[in-house]
């Protein structure tokens, strides 16, 4: 017959088991996400060269990184399929093991067509000239959730340090209130190949997309660079900012809420994206 005390032991021991659950599922999720590092990310210095690697905290604290990447491999036979000039398509990959705001996947079909988005944020609003030449998949993708008003209401959700001069934009689910330990881990549903790399680099003015340290997880999230970042040329760089620098200066000033190990976290002067859209390039 069991007692009161023996009654309490299983509720703890059970309580204890959901909380390993619950820790396990965080860490899981956390590593299929995608982002340049993220509020815990790490920044090693070689040679005066800085390498971000791609961190993102799950909800404990622990290591790993947004933009949904696969739960299943991400090898080159697995992942989305690059643009076929032939064709003109895109291969485009449901991911919905990080997905927080599905909104379908992107047409097959890309113009390989240079285009403009505009960002009207709190701030004011930010420019920048797409690249559809050397990455159609890519500006097809952000004509798509800008269609689909998917960084409406999104709050940019991480500014980088004096090493890493960024802001990160592109989840939806970002609280960016400097508390949020889930920051960075939203995205759209599917997963992308990565475009125009080669000589990449990601100078002041550069606006280029998140992923993880695996290929083939681009996803939604994006980060617009105010200063010189000497990343490893792995992320797209999408476009070129014509306009909103000042903005971006501006914000950098006023620096972040609760800087994590590396320095960045959600900014104090926060930045939320109010309307999206992308015309032709006149």
Not at 74 to 80: F, H, I, L, Q, Y
Not at 143 to 161: E, P, T, V
Not at 197 to 209: C, I
Request: aromatic share 4%.
């Amino acid at each position: 017959m069991s007692t009161g005390k023996d009654r309490q032991r299983q509720l703890a021991r059970e309580h204890f088991e959901r909380q390993m659950q619950r820790r396990a599922e965080r860490e899981a999720k956390a590593k299929r996400t995608a982002v340049i590092g993220s509020t815990v990310g790490v920044l090693v210095v070689v040679g005066g060269v800085i390498a971000a690697t791609t961190l993102l905290g799950g909800n404990d604290g622990s290591s790993a990184s947004e933009s949904p990447s696969a739960a299943p491999s991400t090898s080159a036979a697995a992942g989305p399929k690059p643009f076929d000039p032939a064709t003109g398509e895109c291969g485009y990959l449901p991911d919905t093991s990080g997905a927080v705001k599905d909104v379908g996947l992107p047409p097959a079909k890309a113009e390989a067509k240079d285009a403009v988005m505009t960002f009207k944020t709190s701030q004011g609003d930010i420019v920048v000239e797409l690249n559809g030449a050397k990455a159609p998949c890519t500006v097809n993708s952000l004509k798509h959730l800008a269609a689909k008003k998917y960084y409406n209401g999104s709050k940019c959700h991480r500014l980088g340090s004096a090493q890493f001069p960024m802001l990160q934009c592109g989840d939806p689910t970002a609280k960016a209130n400097g508390k949020s330990q889930s920051d960075g881990q939203g995205g759209p549903g599917y997963r992308l190949a990565e475009e125009n790399l080669e000589g990449a680099t990601y100078k002041r003015g550069v606006m280029a997309m998140a992923k993880t340290s695996e290929p083939g997880t681009t996803g939604s999230q994006f980060f617009l660079v105010y200063g010189d970042i000497g990343l490893t040329p792995d992320y797209t760089p999408v476009g070129t900012i014509t306009k909103g620098l000042d903005i971006l200066d501006k914000v950098n000033k006023a620096g972040v809420i609760a800087p994590g190990p590396d320095g960045t976290g959600a900014p104090k002067e926060t930045v939320e994206i109010k309307d999206v859209t992308i015309s032709a390039k006149s």
